[in-house]
């Protein structure tokens, strides 16, 4: 019987860590992934790799929370993640100021400056969202992460319309955050120069042909 990833508190006094457990997920009813368990624990940072379609978003998806697992067990609770997605998810009408400002109370955090300053934002400080390059909207998402203050972040090609100094400017960005004992799990094709990261082939977890998956969960809202 197919069961949700269970969220395990880690345990009180270890260091921060996520640990993966023979995890399978699917997406549109087909299973992707299965058996799949890594670790991966503070001021580190991991790669995942694999073909087109392989399972890299749904893995990330799955992690952070936005889906059900198929089987298996997860160490970190979605509430501890910040998950960059494909879409930058901004309030097109605020201001990239006033976007950090929203994301900050929400996630209980004051430090919209230095995010801005961090991805060379501030100059833009006043511009509505909407009418942002595509390159500076992905800083802005981008710069979310930073108010977030949480310690595992989840990056899906984060680099996608940055160019050559932005991507740059972000590698310090995630390099400062492993410093400070923070966390990554990205699916990422450019080199962000991070001498830390290992590297996750997810090929070897492929689920076996015409194994099905979850069906009837409704990601219309997600
Ligand atoms: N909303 C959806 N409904 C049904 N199937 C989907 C949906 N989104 C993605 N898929 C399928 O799920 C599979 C895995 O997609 P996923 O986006 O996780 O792969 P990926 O490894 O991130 O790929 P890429 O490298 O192209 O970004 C693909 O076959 C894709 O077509």
């Given at each position: 019987m197919a069961h949700a990833a269970q969220p395990v508190a880690d345990a009180p006094g270890q260091p921060l860590?996520?640990?993966?457990?023979?995890?399978?997920?699917?997406?549109?009813?087909?299973?992707?992934?299965?058996?799949?368990?890594?670790?991966l624990t503070a001021g580190s940072a991991l790669v995942l790799r694999g073909p087109n379609?392989?399972?890299?978003?749904?893995?990330?998806?799955?992690?952070?929370?936005?889906?059900?697992?198929?089987?298996?067990?997860?160490?970190?609770?979605?509430?501890?993640?910040?998950?960059?997605a494909h879409a930058d998810g901004l309030k097109?009408?605020?201001?990239?100021?006033?976007?950090?400002?929203?994301?900050a109370a929400i996630y209980g955090t004051g430090a919209v400056a230095p995010a801005m300053t961090a991805m060379n934002l501030t100059a833009l400080a006043d511009r509505p969202a909407q009418n942002l390059s595509a390159g500076q909207k992905r800083r802005l998402g981008l710069a979310r992460l930073l108010v977030t203050g949480r310690w595992l972040w989840m990056l899906d090609e984060p680099t996608v319309s940055l160019d050559a100094d932005s991507v740059a400017l972000f590698?310090?960005?995630?390099?400062?955050?492993?410093?400070?004992?923070?966390?990554?799990l990205m699916a990422t094709h450019i080199d962000l120069g991070l001498p830390q990261a290992a590297v996750l082939d997810l090929t070897p977890f492929k689920a076996r042909p015409g194994t099905v998956g979850a069906d009837g969960f409704d990601e219309a809202f997600l």
């Open positions: 860590a996520l640990h993966v457990n023979d995890l399978s997920v699917a997406r549109g009813g087909v299973a992707l992934l299965e058996g799949l368990s890594f670790s379609g392989s399972g890299k978003t749904t893995l990330l998806r799955t992690l952070a929370g936005l889906q059900p697992a198929l089987a298996g067990s997860v160490s970190v609770p979605p509430d501890a993640i910040a998950y960059a097109t009408t605020l201001s990239v100021a006033e976007n950090l400002r929203f994301w590698g310090n960005v995630v390099r400062a955050h492993l410093g400070r004992g923070g966390a990554a």
